[in-house]
């Protein structure tokens, strides 16, 4: 059974970080491709970042060069640090693998 649990949103204001873990279970987690989509209130849920088993990382344009993503095989963990937040970033951010979803952490910027 896969599990996913996030951590690390919280409160920050605009301009600040904020990083964010997933830890998985239940998977061979080095193969699989592990992604990070957010759902902000009112709208659809929207892609993040990806990154594959091999390392290669996609981004949404919206968040290129503030964040990245990257993953530790051995902990079984992909990370998302996020770096000069704006308000609009603020959403449900969940983990992703293989259709396997996490239960999101709250990430909320303000101006």
């Known amino acids: 059974q896969v599990q996913l649990v996030e951590s690390g949103g919280g409160l920050v204001q605009a301009g600040g970080s904020l990083r964010l873990s997933c830890a998985a279970s239940g998977i061979i987690f080095s193969y699989d491709v592990m992604a990070w989509y957010r759902q902000a209130p009112g709208k659809q849920r929207e892609f993040v970042a990806a990154?594959?088993?091999?390392?290669?990382?996609n981004y949404a344009d919206s968040v290129k060069g503030r964040f990245t993503i990257s993953r530790d095989n051995a902990k079984s963990t992909v990370y998302l640090q996020m770096n000069s937040l704006k308000p609009e970033d603020t959403a449900i951010y969940s983990c992703n693998c293989n259709n396997n979803w996490g239960q999101g952490t709250q990430v909320t910027v303000s101006s």
């Open positions: 990154i594959s088993g091999g390392g290669s990382t």
